[in-house]
């Protein structure tokens, strides 16, 4: 059978970027279709869709099987029309890579421009503000991108089960928009863990599991964010450690502590029996069918109840930290650094 890929965008203007993606697929496919996007709602085009047609066909004139369209409408339609089977779309999005980008300035700016003063007084005073003001920004910036690693792994191994609906919901994008309502599903956490430190589960990917292969594919497409989480971990904790038995030391190491304290925090919350969590998705495939309606039932009520006994009820949340702290020791975080950290992150208390 003919494999046919889609790879549909505004392309206004032509990027490097589209040209890359569209010259390896069509290393790996026997018919590329690029199908630029007309809408007539949609102000302010750089260019017409005639001289991107231009563009695009100037540029790829050596790949004799890629060929430009254009469409209206619903892109599952255009692709079955088309008998296309996969639909590309960029890994990174200019969303999420703004975002790297914003990390990196103030990762950049922790390590080089922030010299701690040697006296204290107004000087000492304006560089805690402005250290924790700075680290606010870059532990937040990096558990969006950690929770964004979380759901894509969700999304990818889906993808692997045979739940191909993940690239048509734009999961595969590595897109903070594609990962449930913007609003409960990411400003709400980021407000919970900027107020109570609490590393709750944001994004969310909704999978169809009666498109997946068996039920051990569906506990795996459950249980592959966590590991992605855990891998975040591995990579932030070994990194701190190779840099701690350099001897160097910076502003951003307290911050980066902190970050890899997050990551343990999310890992073990993600990974409890409760319903709505990956821990109990992992396993719900081996519930009996019956209970499936009532779990449905108290799924948005169990996370819920969650939220509320961490704000109110005392000492709820104090196990769900020691636990944190406990498996930051085990892979060689300082704790020092973590309080560091933490002090600056809440920089307005």
């Not at 392309?11 to 589209?18: I, K, R, S, Y």
């Not at 890579?97 to 922030?114: I, K, R, S």
């Not at 911050?255 to 409760?274: E, R």
């Not at 998705?281 to 009520?301: C, Q, V, W, Y």
């Amino acid at each position: 059978m003919q494999r046919i890929a889609l790879y549909p965008g505004s392309f206004d203007p032509v990027t490097n970027g589209h040209l890359d993606i569209i010259e390896r697929t069509a290393r790996h496919f026997d018919d590329v279709i690029v199908a630029v996007i007309r809408n007539p709602q949609k102000a302010g085009s750089l260019f017409t869709l005639e001289e991107r047609q231009e563009m695009l066909a100037e540029e790829i004139s050596h790949l004799d099987n890629v060929r430009i369209m254009f469409f209206k409408g619903l892109l599952v339609e255009f692709a079955k029309e088309h008998g296309a089977n996969d639909a590309m779309k960029p890994f990174v999005t200019p969303l999420s890579a703004a975002l790297g980008h914003l990390q990196q300035a103030t990762g950049w700016l922790m390590q080089n421009a922030l010299a701690k003063p040697d006296n204290a007084g107004a000087a000492a005073t304006d560089y805690m503000q402005l250290f924790g003001l700075v680290t606010f920004a870059f532990v937040m910036l990096g558990w969006v991108l950690s929770v964004m690693a979380h759901e894509f792994s969700h999304a990818a191994v889906a993808y692997l089960a045979g739940d191909h609906s993940v690239v048509q919901k734009g999961y595969l994008a590595f897109d903070p928009r594609r990962y449930g309502d913007v609003g409960t599903s990411l400003v709400l956490p980021a407000l919970v863990l900027a107020l109570g430190g609490v590393a709750l589960p944001g994004g969310a990917v909704y999978l169809r599991h009666d498109l997946m292969r068996s039920r051990l594919w569906r506990s795996a497409a459950s249980l592959a964010g966590p590991l992605a989480t855990l891998a975040v971990l591995v990579v932030l904790a070994s990194a701190l450690r190779i840099w701690e038995a350099a001897g160097a030391s910076s502003a951003l190491f307290p911050a980066l502590s902190l970050l890899a304290f997050l990551q343990a925090m999310a890992l073990i919350l993600n990974l409890l029996p409760i319903p709505g969590l990956d821990g109990f998705n992992a396993i719900r495939p081996f519930l009996p069918d019956s209970l499936a309606p009532m779990i449905r039932k108290i799924e948005g009520l169990a996370m819920v109840l969650l939220l509320l006994c961490v704000f109110l009820v005392p000492g709820f949340a104090a196990p769900l930290f020691a636990a944190a702290a406990r498996l930051s020791y085990a892979f060689g975080l300082d704790p020092a650094a973590i309080g560091e950290g933490w002090r600056a992150f809440h920089f307005w208390r």
